[in-house]
Protein backbone atom coordinates (compact mmCIF):
# COMPACT_ATOMS: atom_id res chain seq x y z
CA UNK A 1 0.00 0.00 0.00
CA UNK A 2 1.08 3.36 -0.85
CA UNK A 3 -0.34 6.98 0.79
CA UNK A 4 0.54 10.10 -1.30
CA UNK A 5 -0.11 13.56 0.26
CA UNK A 6 -1.24 15.84 -2.62
CA UNK A 7 -2.96 18.65 -1.00
CA UNK A 8 -2.62 20.48 2.89
CA UNK A 9 0.50 19.02 2.87
CA UNK A 10 2.04 21.75 5.07
CA UNK A 11 -0.13 24.45 4.09
CA UNK A 12 -4.02 24.09 5.69
CA UNK A 13 -5.94 24.08 2.26
CA UNK A 14 -6.80 21.34 -0.46
CA UNK A 15 -6.62 18.37 1.78
CA UNK A 16 -5.97 15.42 -0.87
CA UNK A 17 -4.73 12.02 -0.04
CA UNK A 18 -4.30 9.39 -2.45
CA UNK A 19 -3.84 5.63 -1.22
CA UNK A 20 -3.16 3.01 -3.79
CA UNK A 21 -3.58 -0.23 -2.66
CA UNK A 22 -1.27 -3.25 -3.48
CA UNK A 23 -4.09 -5.03 -5.77
CA UNK A 24 -3.97 -1.23 -7.62
CA UNK A 25 -7.71 0.09 -5.94
CA UNK A 26 -6.87 4.04 -5.62
CA UNK A 27 -8.83 5.86 -3.05
CA UNK A 28 -9.16 9.44 -2.27
CA UNK A 29 -8.89 10.93 0.98
CA UNK A 30 -10.74 14.44 0.11
CA UNK A 31 -10.93 16.44 -2.86
CA UNK A 32 -10.46 20.05 -1.84
CA UNK A 33 -9.62 23.23 -3.53
CA UNK A 34 -6.59 24.83 -2.69
CA UNK A 35 -7.58 28.83 -1.54
CA UNK A 36 -6.41 32.18 -1.40
CA UNK A 37 -3.34 32.27 -3.81
CA UNK A 38 -4.82 34.21 -6.54
CA UNK A 39 -3.69 32.75 -10.22
CA UNK A 40 -1.28 30.12 -8.35
CA UNK A 41 -4.43 28.76 -6.99
CA UNK A 42 -6.22 27.80 -10.10
CA UNK A 43 -3.03 26.55 -10.87
CA UNK A 44 -2.92 24.80 -7.83
CA UNK A 45 -5.95 23.06 -8.26
CA UNK A 46 -5.69 21.66 -11.95
CA UNK A 47 -2.61 19.94 -11.53
CA UNK A 48 -3.86 17.08 -9.63
CA UNK A 49 -1.38 14.79 -9.56
CA UNK A 50 -3.01 12.02 -10.74
CA UNK A 51 -5.60 10.89 -13.78
CA UNK A 52 -9.18 11.32 -12.16
CA UNK A 53 -10.23 8.99 -13.70
CA UNK A 54 -8.14 6.26 -12.40
CA UNK A 55 -9.75 6.58 -8.85
CA UNK A 56 -11.96 4.07 -7.75
CA UNK A 57 -13.76 5.76 -4.74
CA UNK A 58 -13.37 9.23 -2.72
CA UNK A 59 -14.12 8.87 0.88
CA UNK A 60 -15.42 12.60 2.24
CA UNK A 61 -14.88 13.64 5.29
CA UNK A 62 -17.07 17.06 5.32
CA UNK A 63 -18.49 19.26 3.24
CA UNK A 64 -16.38 22.69 3.27
CA UNK A 65 -15.02 23.55 -0.20
CA UNK A 66 -11.25 22.79 0.83
CA UNK A 67 -11.86 19.42 1.54
CA UNK A 68 -14.60 18.94 -1.26
CA UNK A 69 -13.96 21.53 -3.78
CA UNK A 70 -12.41 19.62 -6.58
CA UNK A 71 -15.17 16.94 -6.54
CA UNK A 72 -17.00 18.62 -10.07
CA UNK A 73 -13.40 19.34 -11.42
CA UNK A 74 -12.61 15.76 -11.08
CA UNK A 75 -15.89 14.73 -12.69
CA UNK A 76 -15.35 16.97 -15.33
CA UNK A 77 -11.66 15.26 -16.28
CA UNK A 78 -13.33 11.64 -16.23
CA UNK A 79 -14.14 10.74 -12.64
CA UNK A 80 -16.86 7.63 -12.31
CA UNK A 81 -16.53 6.23 -9.25
CA UNK A 82 -18.04 7.20 -6.06
CA UNK A 83 -18.30 9.36 -3.30
CA UNK A 84 -18.48 7.89 0.26
CA UNK A 85 -19.76 10.54 3.08
CA UNK A 86 -22.55 10.92 5.39
CA UNK A 87 -26.26 11.57 4.82
CA UNK A 88 -25.62 15.22 5.99
CA UNK A 89 -22.19 16.14 4.13
CA UNK A 90 -24.24 14.57 1.23
CA UNK A 91 -27.07 17.05 1.31
CA UNK A 92 -24.42 20.20 1.86
CA UNK A 93 -22.15 18.98 -1.18
CA UNK A 94 -25.26 19.19 -2.97
CA UNK A 95 -25.63 23.08 -2.77
CA UNK A 96 -21.99 23.65 -1.74
CA UNK A 97 -20.36 22.71 -4.80
CA UNK A 98 -23.53 24.68 -6.56
CA UNK A 99 -22.41 27.14 -5.50
CA UNK A 100 -18.68 26.79 -5.93
CA UNK A 101 -19.66 26.93 -9.61
CA UNK A 102 -21.68 29.38 -9.56
CA UNK A 103 -18.79 31.67 -8.27
CA UNK A 104 -16.78 30.20 -10.49
CA UNK A 105 -18.51 31.15 -13.18
CA UNK A 106 -19.18 35.07 -12.42
CA UNK A 107 -15.82 35.53 -11.26
CA UNK A 108 -14.50 34.15 -14.71
CA UNK A 109 -16.91 36.34 -16.55
CA UNK A 110 -15.60 39.75 -14.68
CA UNK A 111 -12.00 38.26 -14.89
CA UNK A 112 -12.47 37.50 -18.62
CA UNK A 113 -13.95 41.47 -18.96
CA UNK A 114 -10.23 42.44 -17.80
CA UNK A 115 -8.64 40.39 -19.89
CA UNK A 116 -10.60 41.02 -23.20
CA UNK A 117 -9.62 44.44 -22.56
CA UNK A 118 -5.63 44.09 -22.41
CA UNK A 119 -5.64 41.51 -25.32
CA UNK A 120 -4.93 38.40 -23.15
CA UNK A 121 -6.28 35.07 -23.26
CA UNK A 122 -9.86 33.87 -21.75
CA UNK A 123 -10.24 31.99 -18.78
CA UNK A 124 -12.31 28.95 -17.70
CA UNK A 125 -13.61 28.06 -14.46
CA UNK A 126 -12.64 24.83 -13.50
CA UNK A 127 -16.06 23.52 -13.71
CA UNK A 128 -19.79 25.06 -14.15
CA UNK A 129 -22.73 24.19 -12.66
CA UNK A 130 -23.88 21.20 -14.73
CA UNK A 131 -20.65 19.92 -13.65
CA UNK A 132 -21.23 20.23 -9.95
CA UNK A 133 -24.70 18.61 -10.46
CA UNK A 134 -23.60 15.64 -12.69
CA UNK A 135 -21.05 14.92 -9.76
CA UNK A 136 -23.70 14.69 -6.98
CA UNK A 137 -25.09 11.67 -8.62
CA UNK A 138 -21.42 9.43 -7.94
CA UNK A 139 -22.50 10.41 -4.11
CA UNK A 140 -23.28 7.60 -1.18
CA UNK A 141 -24.84 9.07 2.13
CA UNK A 142 -24.63 6.48 4.65
CA UNK A 143 -25.48 7.54 8.37
CA UNK A 144 -22.97 8.31 10.91
CA UNK A 145 -21.09 5.25 12.31
CA UNK A 146 -22.32 2.90 10.45
CA UNK A 147 -20.01 0.05 9.29
CA UNK A 148 -20.05 0.31 5.20
CA UNK A 149 -18.37 -1.98 3.24
CA UNK A 150 -17.39 -0.48 -0.29
CA UNK A 151 -16.03 -4.04 -1.42
CA UNK A 152 -14.44 -7.15 0.07
CA UNK A 153 -11.21 -5.63 0.85
CA UNK A 154 -12.30 -2.29 1.56
CA UNK A 155 -14.35 -1.18 4.65
CA UNK A 156 -15.46 2.67 6.33
CA UNK A 157 -17.00 4.18 9.10
CA UNK A 158 -17.79 7.94 9.66
CA UNK A 159 -17.10 9.06 13.83
CA UNK A 160 -18.38 12.01 14.41
CA UNK A 161 -15.75 15.30 14.93
CA UNK A 162 -17.79 17.92 15.63
CA UNK A 163 -16.67 20.40 13.09
CA UNK A 164 -19.77 20.52 11.20
CA UNK A 165 -22.66 18.99 10.17
CA UNK A 166 -22.19 15.29 9.15
CA UNK A 167 -18.14 15.88 9.75
CA UNK A 168 -16.46 12.08 10.67
CA UNK A 169 -13.22 10.59 10.93
CA UNK A 170 -12.69 8.12 8.14
CA UNK A 171 -12.47 5.40 9.72
CA UNK A 172 -11.14 2.61 7.00
CA UNK A 173 -9.91 -1.15 7.12
CA UNK A 174 -7.79 -2.14 3.86
CA UNK A 175 -7.25 -5.41 3.52
CA UNK A 176 -4.22 -6.63 1.96
CA UNK A 177 -2.62 -10.29 2.39
CA UNK A 178 -5.25 -11.67 3.92
CA UNK A 179 -4.47 -8.64 6.99
CA UNK A 180 -6.55 -5.38 7.54
CA UNK A 181 -4.74 -2.34 8.20
CA UNK A 182 -6.53 0.19 9.40
CA UNK A 183 -6.27 4.21 8.75
CA UNK A 184 -7.85 6.70 10.49
CA UNK A 185 -8.13 10.09 8.76
CA UNK A 186 -9.42 12.80 11.15
CA UNK A 187 -9.91 15.62 8.56
CA UNK A 188 -11.11 18.72 10.66
CA UNK A 189 -11.46 18.02 14.75
CA UNK A 190 -14.17 20.08 16.17
CA UNK A 191 -14.03 21.38 20.02
CA UNK A 192 -15.26 19.46 22.84
CA UNK A 193 -18.32 22.19 23.49
CA UNK A 194 -20.76 23.89 20.13
CA UNK A 195 -23.95 25.24 20.70
CA UNK A 196 -25.60 23.03 18.08
CA UNK A 197 -23.08 20.14 17.17
CA UNK A 198 -22.63 17.38 19.58
CA UNK A 199 -18.82 16.25 21.11
CA UNK A 200 -16.44 14.42 18.85
CA UNK A 201 -16.37 10.99 19.85
CA UNK A 202 -13.53 8.23 20.38
CA UNK A 203 -12.94 6.80 16.58
CA UNK A 204 -11.72 2.88 16.37
CA UNK A 205 -7.56 2.07 17.14
CA UNK A 206 -5.76 2.75 14.06
CA UNK A 207 -2.67 1.21 12.72
CA UNK A 208 -2.12 4.94 10.37
CA UNK A 209 -3.32 7.83 11.77
CA UNK A 210 -3.79 11.31 9.54
CA UNK A 211 -4.74 14.27 11.65
CA UNK A 212 -5.34 17.88 11.63
CA UNK A 213 -3.31 20.48 12.72
CA UNK A 214 -4.59 23.85 11.89
CA UNK A 215 -4.49 25.19 15.63
CA UNK A 216 -1.11 22.98 16.22
CA UNK A 217 -0.14 25.78 18.71
CA UNK A 218 -2.62 27.85 19.74
CA UNK A 219 -5.48 27.59 22.90
CA UNK A 220 -9.19 29.02 22.41
CA UNK A 221 -11.09 31.03 25.10
CA UNK A 222 -14.25 29.01 25.91
CA UNK A 223 -17.91 30.03 24.15
CA UNK A 224 -19.28 31.96 26.75
CA UNK A 225 -16.28 34.71 26.70
CA UNK A 226 -16.89 34.35 22.47
CA UNK A 227 -21.08 35.43 23.87
CA UNK A 228 -20.23 38.60 26.02
CA UNK A 229 -17.17 39.74 23.28
CA UNK A 230 -19.69 39.00 20.29
CA UNK A 231 -22.12 41.19 22.24
CA UNK A 232 -19.70 43.83 23.07
CA UNK A 233 -18.70 44.02 19.59
CA UNK A 234 -22.00 44.85 18.30
CA UNK A 235 -22.92 47.30 21.08
CA UNK A 236 -20.16 49.21 20.31
CA UNK A 237 -20.59 49.24 16.58
CA UNK A 238 -24.09 50.00 16.83
CA UNK A 239 -24.76 52.16 19.34
CA UNK A 240 -21.82 54.08 20.59
CA UNK A 241 -20.32 54.49 16.87
CA UNK A 242 -23.37 54.40 14.76
CA UNK A 243 -21.79 52.27 12.40
CA UNK A 244 -21.87 48.80 10.41
CA UNK A 245 -20.96 45.82 11.59
CA UNK A 246 -18.98 43.33 8.76
CA UNK A 247 -19.05 39.82 9.61
CA UNK A 248 -16.94 37.44 7.40
CA UNK A 249 -18.44 33.92 8.20
CA UNK A 250 -18.80 30.84 6.87
CA UNK A 251 -21.81 30.24 5.29
CA UNK A 252 -22.50 26.65 6.54
CA UNK A 253 -21.25 25.92 10.22
CA UNK A 254 -19.97 29.27 11.45
CA UNK A 255 -22.85 31.71 9.89
CA UNK A 256 -25.64 28.89 11.66
CA UNK A 257 -23.80 29.43 15.03
CA UNK A 258 -23.49 32.85 14.90
CA UNK A 259 -27.36 33.44 14.23
CA UNK A 260 -27.68 31.15 16.91
CA UNK A 261 -25.91 33.40 19.38
CA UNK A 262 -28.10 36.76 18.13
CA UNK A 263 -30.96 34.57 18.43
CA UNK A 264 -30.01 33.98 21.86
CA UNK A 265 -29.32 38.08 22.85
CA UNK A 266 -32.69 38.35 20.90
CA UNK A 267 -34.69 36.01 23.05
CA UNK A 268 -33.11 37.81 26.24
CA UNK A 269 -33.49 41.03 25.04
CA UNK A 270 -29.84 42.65 24.94
CA UNK A 271 -29.59 42.89 21.23
CA UNK A 272 -30.15 46.23 20.02
CA UNK A 273 -32.29 47.03 18.15
CA UNK A 274 -31.01 46.71 14.49
CA UNK A 275 -31.39 44.96 11.61
CA UNK A 276 -29.27 41.79 11.17
CA UNK A 277 -28.66 40.57 7.57
CA UNK A 278 -27.42 36.93 6.70
CA UNK A 279 -26.71 37.92 3.03
CA UNK A 280 -25.44 34.60 1.53
CA UNK A 281 -27.98 32.36 -0.66
CA UNK A 282 -25.95 29.59 0.41
CA UNK A 283 -26.41 30.69 3.92
CA UNK A 284 -30.10 30.47 3.44
CA UNK A 285 -29.73 26.65 1.78
CA UNK A 286 -27.52 25.22 4.49
CA UNK A 287 -29.81 26.11 7.49
CA UNK A 288 -32.45 24.75 5.79
CA UNK A 289 -30.36 21.60 5.74
CA UNK A 290 -29.09 21.78 8.93
CA UNK A 291 -33.42 22.05 9.80
CA UNK A 292 -33.51 18.88 7.89
CA UNK A 293 -30.78 17.03 9.88
CA UNK A 294 -31.32 17.10 13.72
CA UNK A 295 -29.77 13.42 14.15
CA UNK A 296 -26.68 15.73 14.23
CA UNK A 297 -27.89 18.63 16.87
CA UNK A 298 -26.36 17.98 20.40
CA UNK A 299 -29.13 17.38 23.04
CA UNK A 300 -29.31 20.67 24.56
CA UNK A 301 -30.00 22.25 21.07
CA UNK A 302 -32.49 19.29 20.36
CA UNK A 303 -33.94 20.32 23.44
CA UNK A 304 -34.21 23.79 22.79
CA UNK A 305 -36.36 23.20 19.42
CA UNK A 306 -39.32 22.06 22.04
CA UNK A 307 -40.00 26.02 23.16
CA UNK A 308 -37.86 27.82 20.02
CA UNK A 309 -38.81 26.33 16.95
CA UNK A 310 -36.53 28.43 14.71
CA UNK A 311 -33.36 28.80 16.41
CA UNK A 312 -32.03 30.23 13.30
CA UNK A 313 -34.50 33.06 12.85
CA UNK A 314 -36.36 36.45 14.66
CA UNK A 315 -37.92 38.99 13.74
CA UNK A 316 -34.78 41.97 12.86
CA UNK A 317 -33.18 38.78 11.27
CA UNK A 318 -33.47 38.76 7.28
CA UNK A 319 -31.83 36.29 4.89
CA UNK A 320 -30.69 37.58 1.46
CA UNK A 321 -30.46 35.91 -1.74
CA UNK A 322 -31.56 37.54 -4.56
CA UNK A 323 -28.14 39.59 -5.71
CA UNK A 324 -30.21 43.27 -6.38
CA UNK A 325 -31.17 42.84 -2.34
CA UNK A 326 -27.68 42.15 -1.89
CA UNK A 327 -26.60 45.26 -3.51
CA UNK A 328 -29.61 47.63 -1.51
CA UNK A 329 -27.15 47.27 1.07
CA UNK A 330 -24.60 49.33 -0.13
CA UNK A 331 -27.24 52.27 0.51
CA UNK A 332 -28.69 50.89 3.64
CA UNK A 333 -28.72 54.40 5.98
CA UNK A 334 -27.48 53.87 9.58
CA UNK A 335 -26.14 50.85 11.57
CA UNK A 336 -26.96 46.99 11.10
CA UNK A 337 -25.28 44.45 11.40
CA UNK A 338 -23.98 42.21 7.91
CA UNK A 339 -22.68 38.31 7.98
CA UNK A 340 -21.51 37.05 4.71
CA UNK A 341 -19.98 35.04 3.05
CA UNK A 342 -16.56 33.56 3.27
CA UNK A 343 -15.21 33.78 5.99
CA UNK A 344 -11.58 33.97 4.58
CA UNK A 345 -13.21 36.94 2.68
CA UNK A 346 -11.54 35.39 -0.66
CA UNK A 347 -14.80 35.09 -2.17
CA UNK A 348 -18.58 35.39 -2.64
CA UNK A 349 -20.57 39.12 -1.58
CA UNK A 350 -18.20 39.62 1.38
CA UNK A 351 -15.48 41.01 -0.70
CA UNK A 352 -18.46 43.97 -1.78
CA UNK A 353 -19.30 44.87 1.58
CA UNK A 354 -15.97 45.10 2.66
CA UNK A 355 -15.01 47.43 -0.15
CA UNK A 356 -18.05 49.17 0.59
CA UNK A 357 -17.61 49.72 4.24
CA UNK A 358 -13.93 48.98 5.07
CA UNK A 359 -12.78 52.89 4.57
CA UNK A 360 -14.97 54.44 7.43
CA UNK A 361 -13.87 54.51 11.02
CA UNK A 362 -17.70 54.09 12.58
CA UNK A 363 -17.54 50.28 11.06
CA UNK A 364 -16.22 47.43 12.65
CA UNK A 365 -14.99 44.46 10.70
CA UNK A 366 -14.91 41.32 12.70
CA UNK A 367 -13.74 37.72 12.28
CA UNK A 368 -15.04 34.79 13.72
CA UNK A 369 -12.73 31.85 12.16
CA UNK A 370 -9.86 30.70 10.59
CA UNK A 371 -8.08 33.18 7.53
CA UNK A 372 -5.44 31.22 5.97
CA UNK A 373 -2.17 33.22 5.89
CA UNK A 374 -2.48 34.30 2.32
CA UNK A 375 -6.18 35.74 2.39
CA UNK A 376 -7.52 38.74 1.63
CA UNK A 377 -9.16 38.10 5.45
CA UNK A 378 -5.83 37.55 6.85
CA UNK A 379 -4.24 40.53 5.20
CA UNK A 380 -6.95 42.56 6.83
CA UNK A 381 -7.01 40.90 10.57
CA UNK A 382 -3.10 41.21 10.59
CA UNK A 383 -3.39 44.80 10.15
CA UNK A 384 -2.61 46.01 6.88
CA UNK A 385 -3.28 49.65 6.23
CA UNK A 386 -4.51 49.31 2.84
CA UNK A 387 -5.97 46.40 0.71
CA UNK A 388 -6.90 45.65 -2.68
CA UNK A 389 -10.53 44.36 -3.54
CA UNK A 390 -11.22 43.30 -6.91
CA UNK A 391 -8.33 45.42 -8.02
CA UNK A 392 -9.24 48.34 -6.20
CA UNK A 393 -7.03 49.86 -3.16
CA UNK A 394 -8.87 50.92 -0.09
CA UNK A 395 -7.86 52.01 3.30
CA UNK A 396 -8.32 50.02 6.03
CA UNK A 397 -10.18 52.74 8.57
CA UNK A 398 -12.53 50.61 10.21
CA UNK A 399 -12.05 48.57 13.54
CA UNK A 400 -10.53 44.85 12.87
CA UNK A 401 -11.83 42.86 15.53
CA UNK A 402 -11.02 39.15 16.26
CA UNK A 403 -13.04 36.01 17.93
CA UNK A 404 -11.38 32.91 17.21
CA UNK A 405 -13.16 30.88 20.13
CA UNK A 406 -15.87 30.40 17.36
CA UNK A 407 -13.58 28.61 15.03
CA UNK A 408 -14.86 25.27 14.36
CA UNK A 409 -11.26 23.72 14.62
CA UNK A 410 -9.83 22.25 18.04
CA UNK A 411 -7.13 23.92 19.40
CA UNK A 412 -3.62 21.65 20.53
CA UNK A 413 -4.98 20.94 23.71
CA UNK A 414 -8.43 20.28 22.53
CA UNK A 415 -7.10 17.64 19.87
CA UNK A 416 -4.50 15.88 21.59
CA UNK A 417 -7.39 14.86 24.19
CA UNK A 418 -9.57 14.09 21.39
CA UNK A 419 -6.92 11.75 20.16
CA UNK A 420 -6.52 10.44 23.38
CA UNK A 421 -8.85 7.30 22.72
CA UNK A 422 -5.93 5.99 20.54
CA UNK A 423 -3.47 3.59 22.33
CA UNK A 424 -0.64 5.04 20.84
CA UNK A 425 2.03 1.80 21.16
CA UNK A 426 -0.21 0.63 17.84
CA UNK A 427 0.27 3.53 15.55
CA UNK A 428 2.61 3.11 13.41
CA UNK A 429 2.78 6.04 11.92
CA UNK A 430 1.20 9.65 12.52
CA UNK A 431 0.69 12.03 9.93
CA UNK A 432 -0.05 15.43 10.11
CA UNK A 433 -1.95 17.70 7.54
CA UNK A 434 -4.05 20.71 7.26
CA UNK A 435 -1.69 22.93 9.04
CA UNK A 436 1.38 25.29 8.14
CA UNK A 437 4.77 24.12 8.76
CA UNK A 438 5.74 25.94 12.00
CA UNK A 439 2.68 25.44 13.30
CA UNK A 440 2.82 21.78 12.86
CA UNK A 441 6.59 21.14 14.48
CA UNK A 442 5.53 22.75 17.43
CA UNK A 443 1.84 20.34 17.54
CA UNK A 444 4.37 17.37 17.16
CA UNK A 445 6.45 18.47 19.90
CA UNK A 446 3.30 18.72 22.09
CA UNK A 447 2.11 14.91 20.44
CA UNK A 448 5.68 13.46 21.30
CA UNK A 449 4.97 14.70 25.19
CA UNK A 450 1.39 12.97 24.71
CA UNK A 451 2.79 9.65 24.13
CA UNK A 452 2.83 9.68 20.42
CA UNK A 453 6.15 8.07 18.16
CA UNK A 454 6.84 8.40 14.69
CA UNK A 455 5.34 11.50 13.64
CA UNK A 456 5.76 12.67 9.88
CA UNK A 457 4.75 15.98 8.50
CA UNK A 458 4.39 15.22 4.57
CA UNK A 459 5.46 17.57 2.32
CA UNK A 460 3.33 18.29 -0.64
CA UNK A 461 3.61 15.06 -2.87
CA UNK A 462 5.32 13.04 -0.87
CA UNK A 463 4.05 9.56 -0.54
CA UNK A 464 4.99 6.52 1.88
CA UNK A 465 4.97 3.00 1.49
CA UNK A 466 3.97 -0.05 3.92
Same mark, same amino acid.
Given at each position: ???????????????????????????????????????????????????????????????????????????????????????????????????????????????????????????????????????????????????????????????????????????????????????????????????????????????????????????????????????????????? &? $???? *? +?? #????????? /???? !?? %????????????????????????????????????????????????????????????????????? &? $???? *? +?? #????????? /???? !?? %???????????????????????????????????????????????????????????????????????????????????????????????????????????????
Amino acid at each position: MKIKFLGAAREVTGSKILITTDSGRKILLDCGMFQGKGLETDEMNRALGFDPGMIDHIILTHAHIDHSGLIPYMYRNGFRGSVICTNATRDLCSIMLADSAYIQENDTRTFNKRRAKQGLPLATPLYNQEDAAEAMKLFIGIPGNMNFRIDDSIKVRFTNTGHMLGSGVANLQIRENGEFKRIAYTGDIGRPVNRILPSPVPFPQSDILITESTYGDRLHEDYSAADVELLEVIIDTIVN &K $GGKL *I +IP #AFSVGRTQE /IVYS !LN %NFFNRDKLPRTDIYVDSPLAVNATTVFRMHTEWFNKEFQNLLKSDYDPFGFNSLFYITRAEDSKKLNDH &K $GPCV *I +IS #ASGMAEAGR /IKHH !LA %NNISDKRNTVLFVGYCSPVTLGARIARGDNEVSIHGTVYKVNAEIRKIESFSGHADYREMISFLGCQDTQKIDKTYLVHGEYETQINYSAELQKAGFKNIEIPSKGQEYTF
